[in-house]
């Protein structure tokens, strides 16, 4: 069964950085897009960064200066390095992984649990 699982969030002073790492497994993240997502409680869910299957990334612009997404094809995971957090950035992060067939027009799409990422002094 595939599975994304988040990790590296936590609770960090105004400033600071994290690196969430989105590791997968029953599926190979090279050929698929994977995107972060984050949501704040009672809110929807909004994409932040994304890492096309040809290594091409794209963020909101509201991390567009303070992101970098990259992918790890040997270790099968994806990286979100988020510097200089304010408190805004405190939320839930999802990573996702999506792919489209174009021969059966089918879309298949993978979540990760989430990881919190808090952002206080």
């Known amino acids: 069964q595939p599975q994304l699982v988040e990790s590296g969030g936590g609770s960090v002073q105004p400033g600071g950085s994290l690196r969430l790492s989105c590791a997968a497994s029953g599926v190979t993240l090279d050929t698929y897009a994977v995107g972060w997502f984050r949501q704040v409680p009672g809110n929807g869910r909004f994409g932040i960064s994304c890492i096309s299957s040809d290594d091409i990334a794209y963020h909101a612009d509201s991390v567009k200066s303070r992101c970098t997404i990259a992918r790890d094809i040997a270790k099968n995971m994806v990286y979100l390095q988020m510097d200089n957090l304010a408190s805004e950035d405190t939320a839930i992060y999802y990573c996702?992984?999506?792919?489209?067939?174009?021969?059966?027009?089918?879309?298949?799409?993978?979540w990760g649990q989430g990881v919190q990422v808090t952002v206080s002094s």
């Open positions: 996702k992984a999506a792919i489209f067939d174009l021969e059966t027009a089918k879309a298949t799409e993978y």
